[in-house]
């Protein structure tokens, strides 16, 4: 656990007092305390992991559960507005800005949760709704709304969300108008 928070904050500008590097700190320790197999043993790590995640939540704005898997040097920009859903998964090196949302598309589908690759950066007030994958190192714009897979390196924008540059060689790239036809309704 330690190393990997070294690495945090490492990724994090070595600024211990940025609220993501906080919010990250104690979604780490709630991930490590779930290792304790003792109930009794982990129950005041439990309530210690608790205090931790309302203060950034509550404090920061920051709603990083430790059910949902983040991976290494992820860097939450700016705190303010931050959702992530307890089910949803952030790869390595992925960037959140202000006001950005993973979660659930409907409540039908509680494990829907987006699904983040390696590299990722999201726009301030970026929402990427239900059981969406951004590919690999894919830039998704302020306040656009995904609601469709993303192409790995490419740049989505608008609402919904569309290919508005995408990496040569990829689908997107070669079909970039027609990638998120079906994700709106009205054709646009």
């Given at each position: ?19 993501g590097?906080r ?30 995640y ?9 709603e990083?559960?430790?059910s ?14 931050i ?18 949302t993973?979660g ?27 059981k969406v ?12 709304v ?13 609402v ?9 060689g990829?689908?997107a ?16």
């Amino acid at each position: 656990m330690l190393s990997v928070i070294g690495e945090d904050y490492r990724a994090n500008g070595r600024d211990w007092t940025r609220p993501g590097f906080r919010a990250l700190a104690a979604y780490r320790f709630g991930v490590w305390r779930m290792g304790i197999r003792s109930k009794l043993l982990r129950a005041p790590f439990s309530i210690l992991y608790r205090a931790l995640y309302r203060f950034c939540r509550n404090v920061y704005g920051i709603e990083l559960p430790y059910s949902a898997r983040v991976g290494r040097k992820v860097i939450i920009e700016h705190q303010g507005g931050i959702v992530v859903h307890g089910a949803a998964i952030i790869g390595d090196r992925c960037i959140l800005r202000q006001n950005c949302t993973l979660g659930l598309r409907t409540l039908d589908a509680p494990n829907e949760a987006p699904v983040l690759m390696e590299g990722v950066s999201l726009g301030a007030g970026a929402v990427v709704l239900g059981k969406v994958t951004v590919g690999a190192n894919a830039m998704v714009g302020a306040n656009a709304v995904v609601l469709a897979d993303v192409p790995a390196g490419a740049v989505v924008v608008g609402v919904p969300a569309r290919v508005l540059r995408a990496s040569p060689g990829s689908a997107a790239f070669l079909h970039a108008p027609d990638a998120y036809a079906e994700a709106d309704p009205r054709g646009r």
